[in-house]
């Protein structure tokens, strides 16, 4: 019997590129009626066979997967796993041609060029029709289990960087009610650095973000403690504290027992996503259509978001996981004070689409509900708004998100940047998020200013028209001699590469864009 071995999703050798909420990152297709993602989980689960092998698992050769390299029979091998894509080809939002280049070959890394927080192990479950009998790399990563770890010693990490001595390390001592662990980064931490904290039933996994690298301590620990972690960080010396109350006042002989990937220290991208379970405290309308959902996480869990990053929240429809992507905001334009690291509540604003798939699943959700929702994910850095002066943003739709707390960020926290100009792309005046709070803050602070660009005004309506093109951007940009500035964009796909393009004819470096694409 072929033994399908258990995977982690997202496989630790895939490569992170997601767009903003609710977009994909690559062009989509116009799909035929009755081709939608619910059409296809319908299909799926018709009880048709899929794969054209009436059930039955098989072992495929290399020679056998090439052979399977056409339209109407496509197979393709994604981390070891060979699936028969054929039935799939009209539901595909990407298209046939962009399928047909894994067409009898190993398209996992194509797969992760835009596709790695699609669950493809449920979406494609039906079209299963074995595993390589040689598993190319990128699946051994993925499938084998490190060796089980027997002791608090630091075990070898799976990719280890250069320098061994530059690892953190982390240490621990106790007084009769709390425990302490220490993480000595060996670095300094950016204020934007990250420390996410997770305890349920004993079990801590505490993960901290640096740069592109990712430090793990997993443990179950020695004996009972409440469920609340206080969390304290000095960045300028790379220190990190998290302390922990004790049920018993007994003084414990070791911090626990390791668990997977304890005390490693890898590139983030090769994590896998790791999921907590939120409760929906409350939602907010924002207009006819677009709404801010409350998330609140477990006592156990202490996690920041940090500014231009985004989560995934995963939910179960019709017995197949799906996943998408969402930037948080804070919970108004700018906020009173600043939130703390250890704020224990996520505001995601979220567009409903009656048609869509996920989004009506979330607008069905009630008041104490819940849902899965990932660690904080992507690339953008603020690293290049330390040195510039004047802020530009390009949003369109709910691209906005993200620019929410650059904004706030930028007008706030920011002794650096003089001027924040946002340019804002809707189709009608009613679509408009937030413009209370975008007007006000242009009215009462001289470094922010707003403009809003409906693609169909009403007839009363006197702000800019049309679309995106040079001449709008022309007007918008400007650059005093001398001075840095830095452009980021967001919205559907068609819109970002459209902006990015004209921008970079305007001689903007890639070094001064950021396209919240990945």
Known sequence: MLNIPTQSFPAPSSQQRVAPAGQ???????LKPGHSLMDWIRFSKSGKDLTGLRGRLIDVTQEELQKHNRRDDCWTCIRGMVY???????????????????????????????????????????????RMAV??????????????????????????????????????????????LVVYAKRKIPSSGCTIVDLEAGILRL?????KMSY??????????????????????????????????????????????HNTFLRKKDRALYYRDCVLVSKT?????????????????????????????????????????????????????????????????????????FTPHLNNLRIGDQISVSGPEGTFS???????????????????????????????????????KLLF??????????RCQLDELAANNERFQVEHVLSEPCESWTGRKGRVDESMLKDFLNRPDGSKCYMCVCGPTAFTELTIGLLKQQGFSEEELHAFQG
């Open 207 to 211: 993960e901290v973000l640096l740069g």
């Open 425 to 434: 792309f809707n189709r009608r005046e009613e679509d408009i998020v937030w």
């Open 84 to 130: 028969n894509v054929t039935p799939y080809m009209d539901y595909h939002p990407g298209g046939e041609e962009e399928l047909m280049k894994a067409a009898g070959i190993d398209g996992t890394d194509l797969f992760d060029q835009v596709h790695r927080w699609v669950n493809y192990e449920s979406m494609l479950k039906e079209c299963l029709v074995g």
């Open 382 to 420: 603020l690293r290049p708004l330390r040195e510039i002066a004047y802020l530009y943003l390009l949003a369109a739709g709910t691209g906005f998100t993200p620019m929410a707390r650059l904004i706030r960020l930028a007008v706030q926290d920011s002794d650096t940047i003089r001027k924040t």
């Open 285 to 357: 309308e924002v207009n006819h259509n677009t709404y801010v959902f409350r998330l609140q996480f477990p006592r156990g869990t202490v996690r920041h978001v940090p500014v231009g990053k985004h989560v995934y929240l995963k939910t179960l429809i019709q017995d197949t996981e799906v996943v998408r992507p969402y930037t948080p905001v804070d919970e108004s334009l700018v906020a009173a004070s600043q939130h703390s690291s250890q704020e224990s509540d996520l505001y995601l604003m979220i567009k409903v689409y009656p048609d869509g798939v």
């Open 216 to 261: 793990m301590i997993h443990l179950r620990l020695a004996d009972e403690v409440e469920e609340s972690v206080a969390v304290h960080t000095a960045f300028s010396v790379g220190k990190i504290q998290v302390t922990i109350r004790k049920q018993d006042k007994r003084k414990w002989t070791s911090l626990g027992q390791p668990l997977e990937f």
């Open 24 to 30: 994909s990152g690559r062009n989509k297709v116009a």
């Open 135 to 180: 598993k190319p790399t990128t699946a051994v990563k993925a499938i084998i289990p490190p060796p089980p770890l027997t002791s608090l010693a630091p075990p070898v990490s799976v990719a280890p960087p250069p320098d061994k001595d530059s690892r953190p390390r982390y240490d621990w001592f106790q007084t009769d009610v709390t425990v302490h």
